[in-house]
Nanobody, 124 residues
């Protein structure tokens, strides 16, 4: 069992930065791949970025590549998402997810546990 709690969302102007954090409880965190997804109003949940168990492998959506950076600290059971050069189209609820298989996939079905989400709003 993994319980995930996101934090760090908020309102920011275009071009600004935010840092999201996801705190995990449970012994399987270090053996789980972690991902960030987002969902804008009226749209399906979409993949943003994933990171492997050790942190050595990352996978980014093309829309955020070069602007977002994921990292994890297995000693602290946390995964972070640094978001720079934010755009209005980044506005969404951002969700943290844990995948027990350990694969850094883009598919929601590969993730077993989800947080409640944190709102990110980017104004133009």
């Amino acid at each position: 069992q993994v319980h995930l709690v996101e934090s760090g969302g908020g309102l920011v102007q275009a071009g600004g930065s935010l840092r999201l954090s996801c705190a995990a409880s449970g012994r399987t965190f270090s053996t789980s791949a972690m991902g960030w997804f987002r969902q804008a109003p009226g749209k399906e949940r979409e993949f943003v970025v994933a990171i492997s168990r050790s942190g050595g492998i990352t996978s980014y959506a093309d829309s955020v590549k070069g602007r977002f950076t994921i990292s994890r600290d297995n000693a602290k059971n946390t995964v972070n998402l640094q978001m720079n050069s934010l755009k209005p189209e980044d506005t969404a609820v951002y969700y943290c997810a844990a995948g027990l298989r350990g694969a850094t996939t883009r598919y929601t079905g590969d993730y077993n546990y989800w947080g409640q989400g944190t709102q990110v709003t980017v104004s133009s």
